[in-house]
């Protein structure tokens, strides 16, 4: 929601113009104003709201304009203030506006010049700020529409498959469980996964086996081994879900997207290069895949499926760091090991 009475920070170190573009813009507006380019930071740093625009000095003590307009372009909290540069002959303006002012008012002060300067300004960034939220809402409306149509899909496969009900959920928690504590303990990983958000990447998981839509029910709930020829079939599902994925939508415009391609299409690859279907080998199969490779492979070992048993937790685990450096990503194995408990908690609570 838009300030009803706009704030407009005034940063100069001479008292007389203070007074001056008060005087002039009181009317209209709320107004705040600093001595130096230090002060205005610590102004900035407690505003709540921040201020709608800033007209800014550039000679000042201690911290001067150009100084404060450097480390406002920096900061994102404060980067989309748009500033105006209060100047003087000597003053390069071009500069000025070409280094990210948005305008720039002249001493003397013409009262007329200086209003309809600050009210363009406001006007302008008052819009930009409507436009951004809309298009946040929208955003965020048709990301939800999708999660829940994904899920629902997942739900469908899931069933299809008559593997244990909760599949997806566990997964999906031990994935967040690997994330959380790669980030917490500051892994080699913590950086790449948050740029990837974690909380995506958990929910991208629910589509890792969406190929299997496409695997006929002669193979996909066969009691017992899958014969070569059957196997091969099985391994399309990887390939399908991938199809699938973009036929949702644009994976190159929505991170979700990207995650849910990544994952069902290379989390059967192995960090030796045995896997399927391309063969990657180590990083260069995308960290996304390589957690749900690991999460994936758990789940399976602990449950029954139509085509075995399941096996103690002890066991399970064993056999995950058997597969350190084969199989799976040793890093991310090491972090299985570590957070065992939470995996079998996860698998306890949504068997």
């Known amino acids: 929601m838009l300030e009803k009475i706009p704030t407009v920070l005034v940063v100069d170190d001479a008292e007389a113009n203070v007074m001056i573009l008060e005087e002039i813009l009181k009317s209209d507006y709320n107004i705040v104003t600093a001595s130096n380019g230090k002060e205005a930071l610590e102004i900035l740093k407690s505003a709540n709201p921040v201020p709608k625009i800033i007209l800014l ?6 911290m001067n304009g150009r100084e404060l307009f450097e480390i406002l372009k920096t900061d994102k909290a404060f980067q989309k203030i748009p500033v105006i540069f209060i100047t003087v002959d000597t003053d390069s303006e071009s500069e000025l506006l070409d280094a990210g ?3 720039f008012i002249n001493k003397p002060f013409q009262p007329d010049i200086v209003k309809l300067r600050v009210r363009n300004q406001i006007d302008l960034k ?12 929208k955003t965020a409306e048709a990301t939800k529409t999708l ?3 994904l899920q ?17 959920k566990r997964t999906q928690l031990y994935v967040k469980a690997l ?8 892994s080699v990983y913590a950086q790449e996964l948050i740029k990837l958000q974690p909380d995506i990447i958990m929910k991208s998981m629910a589509l890792h086996d969406v190929g299997k839509i496409a695997i006929p029910d002669k193979i996909l709930l066969k009691p017992g081994k899958l014969d070569p020829e059957e196997y091969e079939i099985m391994k399309t599902h990887t390939t399908r879900g991938k199809e699938i994925i973009h036929e949702l939508g644009d994976v190159n415009a929505s991170l979700y997207l990207k995650h849910c391609e990544d994952i069902c299409y290379s989390h059967h690859e192995r960090w030796d290069g045995k896997g399927y279907p391309q063969q990657l080998k180590d990083y260069a199969i995308p960290l996304t895949a390589r957690l749900a490779a690991l999460a994936d492979v758990y789940d399976a070992l602990i449950c029954a499926r139509v085509y075995k048993s399941a096996i103690p937790y002890e066991e399970a685990l064993n056999i995950i760091k058997e597969g350190r450096g084969t199989q799976f990503d040793p890093v991310i194995v090491d972090a299985v090991v570590q957070i065992n408990d939470k995996f079998k908690e996860i698998s306890q609570k949504y068997m």
Do not use: C, K, W
């Not at 700020?129 to 946040?136: C, I």
């Not at 899909?153 to 299809?160: D, T, Y």
């Not at 994330?179 to 500051?186: A, P, Q, R």
């Open 101 to 103: 002012a948005v305008d």
């Open 57 to 62: 000095d550039i000679i000042m003590p201690q």
């Open 179 to 186: 994330t959380d504590y790669l980030i917490e303990t500051n």
């Open 147 to 149: 999660e829940f149509a």
């Open 152 to 168: 629902g899909l997942a739900n469908v496969i899931e069933h299809r498959d008559l593997e244990s009900g909760e599949h997806v």
């Open 126 to 137: 008052n819009y930009s700020d409507n436009l951004e939220q809309m298009v946040a809402e």
